[in-house]
């Protein structure tokens, strides 16, 4: 499988990874069909990539007819069979549970055509074990976006044991076709490479603040404008959610 060879395209999981994906994958020319548990759920995710893809017409980044261009090719579905019958690829953007994420592997293996690479957003969570619900573990890999996935550069394109090379060259190529920064993480360790530093940072940012060393604020200001990350430590927390965090 070769970029090249991507077109028709499924991502399951609407939420705000999930909508994002599908608006990238559209903007950049493939057919993507959205998948998620019922029609309001999926009605209300097309509603904001529209929503979104009007900031882009409105800051003059795209044209009004790019944006029509690129919603025409979104469709939605409750259906894995109707979204993966003639698929290429499949992303799945679901939340992290891995039971729910096997489930949803294995779904999708038995509908895709045996061509089809299928991926997981994930950002902690065992690739191998994913591949492992299926039947094709060497075309199952991880494509780790970040939030929001229309803006944010990098991709981790992750290596379970069983993935093949093939594969992982393909999603590299695919991320950069989709004008993103990929890394290769080699080895499918809990929370691969940006999380893994993550949690470290999380902990001592959370940690001075409970031995009253400084404040949530002072700490983010810290973050912000002597490290030049573009948001503090706890307002990341609370923009992916604590929940996930």
Same mark, same amino acid.
């Given at each position: ?92 953007? /679901? ?24 991926? /997981?957003?994930?950002?902690?969570? /065992? ?119």
């Amino acid at each position: 499988m070769t970029t090249e060879k991507i077109r028709r395209t499924a991502v399951i999981g609407s939420g705000a990874m999930g909508h994002g994906i599908t608006q990238l994958l559209a903007m950049n020319g493939f057919e993507v069909t959205m998948v998620d548990i019922n029609d309001e759920i999926l009605q209300k995710a097309k509603e904001k990539i529209k929503w979104s893809l009007g900031k882009f017409v409105e800051k003059k980044r795209i044209r009004q007819e790019d944006a029509d261009a690129t919603l025409a090719r979104v469709t939605t579905t409750t259906s894995y069979e109707q979204a993966a019958k003639d698929i290429d690829f499949a992303v799945e953007a /679901s939340p992290e549970n891995m039971d729910l994420k096997k489930t949803i592997f294995a779904k999708l293996d038995s509908v895709a055509p045996a061509h089809a690479i299928l991926a /997981s957003n994930t950002s902690t969570l /065992s690739i191998t074990e994913m591949g492992k619900a299926t039947k094709r573990p060497d075309k199952v890999a991880g494509m780790h976006f970040f939030n929001p996935p229309q803006f944010m550069a990098l991709v981790e394109v992750i290596k379970g044991e069983s993935t093949s090379q093939e594969t992982m060259s393909a999603l590299t190529e695919l991320a950069k076709k989709l004008g993103k920064t990929p890394i290769i993480v080699r080895k499918d360790v809990r929370g691969f490479v940006v999380n893994r530093i993550l949690g470290a940072v999380f902990n001592e940012a959370f940690w001075a603040f409970h031995r009253k060393e400084a404040t949530k604020e002072g700490i983010d200001a810290s973050a912000k404008y002597t490290g030049g990350f573009p948001m503090g430590w706890f307002e990341l927390g609370d923009f992916v959610g604590l929940d996930i965090a």
